[in-house]
């Protein structure tokens, strides 16, 4: 295709636009932190699958970093001089979402008032990351194993098919397997995208690399807060210590933020109450064939509960769950949880 060509200008000024955006939406993300054997086990099968073009499926709680290992991936593949394109599924409304990631034509829909190119247009050559690949509805789901079948889709609106060379990462927090099972996600789609299963471990299960994790934030932080910081205490690497961290590496570092703008010196404090208490992730142990969908039901309304049914904001429920707020309020309409 030639470099005139309007179609490919249009579509190299979408990636670099997003790009611009992306840099300056993440500009702080950092790396992947640890020593830990868990983590060290799942770097080594990030350079792995890194050399090869096969779907990568990203399972773990939420907040383990799913996204940052994503990146990984794509950063020691082949396709690192491209964008990776990230699509948060469960934050689109489900009648955008085909429009999000296939793009439209003017006049597609009411609304549409021009052309529009998709994520996986976007990510021609690179790689395209789908967080909440559970949350597709079942006609996108249909649509996107073709696209993995036979490298090519349509805009909504046009009957011209579009081909494309994407490597798909998928991730969610949810076991797609159980979703498989009730009918929730298809089998073919599951299989296509699993190929190469990555399962990180949650944070209470590296709690060595919890120091490690505070002192890489801490400059960060400091900066951010306005506040000179030059350590940790000890008590409070003890009290971190402790706390089973259900929202884990991302809610480690929403209370680091907390502790070090009350901190009074230059060493990080935490004061009693900021580390949560009673939102431990439920046991199974007691109870190990309950239904999928009861423990998550009974894990997020902890966290409400905890927070006082707050969704939003830096304290809310959605912060810890890692959420997006609409994707949390969507969640609780599915579970029928609401506020007593």
Known sequence: MRDSDPRELARLQAENDYLRQ???????????????????QVLEQVDQVAATDVSVLIQGET????????LAVHQR??????????????????????SELFGHEKGAFTGALERRIGRFELADGGT?????VGELPADTQVKLLRVLQEKEFERVGSSRPMR???????????????DVATGRFR???????????????????????IPLI?????????????????????????????YQWPGNVRELINVLERSAILSPGPMLEIREGLVPAGVDPPSLSDDPLRPLAEV????????????????????????????HPSTLRSRMRKLELSRP
């Not at 396709?79 to 009648?95: D, E």
């Not at 998550?296 to 959420?323: C, F, N, S, T, Y």
């Open 77 to 98: 593949s082949r396709r690192h001089h491209k964008a990776m394109v990230k699509v948060n599924c469960g934050a689109i409304s489900a009648g955008l979402v085909e």
């Open 214 to 242: 505070a002192a890489c934030m801490l400059p960060r932080i400091a900066e951010q807060v306005g506040t000179p910081l030059s350590g940790i205490t000890e008590g409070a690497l003890t009290q971190l210590d402790g």
């Open 164 to 178: 494309v060379d994407v490597r798909v990462i998928a991730a969610g927090n949810r076991n797609l397997a159980d």
């Open 296 to 323: 998550e039901r009974e894990h997020i309304q902890r966290v409400l509960e905890a927070r006082q049914w707050v969704i939003d904001g830096p304290r809310g429920a959605a912060k810890i769950l890692g959420l």
């Open 187 to 209: 089998a073919d789609l599951y299989y296509r995208l699993n190929v190469f299963p990555l399962a990180l471990p949650p944070l209470r299960e590296r709690k060595e690399d």
């Open 128 to 132: 395209l990351f789908l967080d909440e």
């Open 63 to 70: 907040g383990t970093g799913k996204e940052l290992i994503a």
């Open 22 to 40: 992306e840099v300056e939406r993440d500009a702080d993300c950092g790396e992947i932190v640890g020593k830990s054997a868990a983590i060290r």
